[in-house]
């Protein structure tokens, strides 16, 4: 992102965006005009290791938003900052009915996970979003492919779907900041590249699995790499 095109883009907001606390038009991830909103976060630290005897379930933790840090985003007008404020998802997290999977790239029929079956838990810590799904059946289709990738470092990033209910620009139109969302029936998803670089903090563990069984022999090779 150069200074010249966000000046000129924070310009032409500023004089076509009608209030600070309207959303970005056609907010996207990157400059491709089709491009997803959904904002996207690396991973780190994944592990995979036996813990107990819980009949071969895996742990998954990890970091589906970093607040307080700016990511580059689209709108109509061009490049713009974006952040997201400490504590914006809480009245969201507090539905009683909540309703979010945990998925691969944003496909809501690759389904690991889900709050409303108790398997999946969504949390707001001093990082930010921060996903926990502590009984991932290694059996399951998804989980045995995407284990064994997590762990070698092929996919290390986050992202999450949701719904802008407050925000407001900064007055010179170069920064947007969420300050409320919503993520009820939106989702948290393990996607390959994206566009905010902050999240840290992911984890893998393998809760004894059967050492007979093909996902325990997936994640024993994915150890050996």
């Not at 007055?171 to 999240?199: K, S, W």
Request: hydrophobic share 40%; aromatic share 8%; proline share 5%.
């Amino acid at each position: 992102m150069t200074t010249t095109t966000l000046a000129a883009a924070a310009a032409a907001r500023a004089q076509n965006v009608r209030q600070r606390a309207d959303r970005p038009s056609q907010r996207r991830a990157s400059q491709q005009p089709g491009a997803r909103a959904a904002v996207r976060a690396p991973l780190s630290g994944i592990e995979v290791r036996a813990a107990g005897d819980t009949g071969g379930l895996l742990d998954f933790r990890g970091h589906a938003s970093v607040y307080e840090l700016g990511y580059d985003m689209w709108d109509y007008y061009g490049p713009y900052t974006e952040i997201v404020s400490a504590g914006a998802a809480s009245e969201s997290l507090a539905r009683a009915d909540l309703d979010v999977p945990f998925v691969l790239g944003h496909d809501q029929l690759r389904r690991m996970a889900r709050t409303t079956t108790g398997t999946l838990f969504l949390t707001e810590d001093a990082t930010g979003l921060h996903v926990h799904a502590p009984a991932l059946d290694p059996e399951d289709h998804d989980v045995a492919y995407i284990a064994p990738k997590l762990r070698a470092g092929l996919i290390d990033e986050m992202s999450f779907a949701f719904r802008i209910t407050s925000g407001q620009w900064s007055p010179d139109y170069t920064e947007y900041r969420i300050n409320r969302l919503d993520i009820h029936r939106g989702d948290v998803a393990i996607v390959g590249y994206g566009a905010n670089p902050h999240t840290v903090g992911a984890g893998l563990r393998d809760q004894a699995a059967p050492a007979t069984s093909r996902a325990r022999a997936l994640l024993e090779l994915a150890i050996a790499r």
